[in-house]
């Protein structure tokens, strides 16, 4: 069974960091693509950060010198990094885990809540 659990939300003030991990067990990790998604209320869940099974990584305008994407294949993790949060970076983090290069699934994690404010 194939599960991706997300850590690390919760509150911090504007400026703060928080670092996020998605730890992720039934999968080949070092074979899948994983991407940090993020959906505030009212509003549609976007791309924030994604690093390939190679390394290579790619950030949405907004998040560009804010976060950064890393992953430990000997961990089964993939971390999100934020610092110099905004209020507007508030938003359910969601993992997701892409194995379409090499033919395999598709998977999320549940979520976890970033509120960011004073």
């Known amino acids: 069974q194939v599960q991706l659990v997300e850590s690390g939300g919760g509150l911090v003030q504007p400026g703060g960091s928080l670092r996020l991990s998605c730890a992720a067990s039934?999968?080949?990790?070092?074979?899948?693509?994983m991407r940090w998604y993020r959906q505030a209320p009212g509003k549609q869940r976007e791309l924030v950060a994604a690093i390939t099974s190679g390394g290579s990584t790619a950030y949405a305008d907004s998040v560009k010198g804010r976060f950064t994407i890393s992953r430990d294949n000997d961990k089964n993790t993939a971390y999100l990094q934020m610092s110099s949060l905004k209020p507007e970076d508030t938003a359910a983090y969601y993992c997701?885990?892409?194995?379409?290069?090499?033919?395999?699934?598709?998977?999320w994690g549940q979520g976890t809540q970033v509120t960011v404010s004073s």
């Open positions: 039934g999968i080949i990790f070092s074979r899948y693509t």
């Open positions: 997701n885990a892409d194995g379409g290069f090499y033919g395999l699934g598709n998977y």
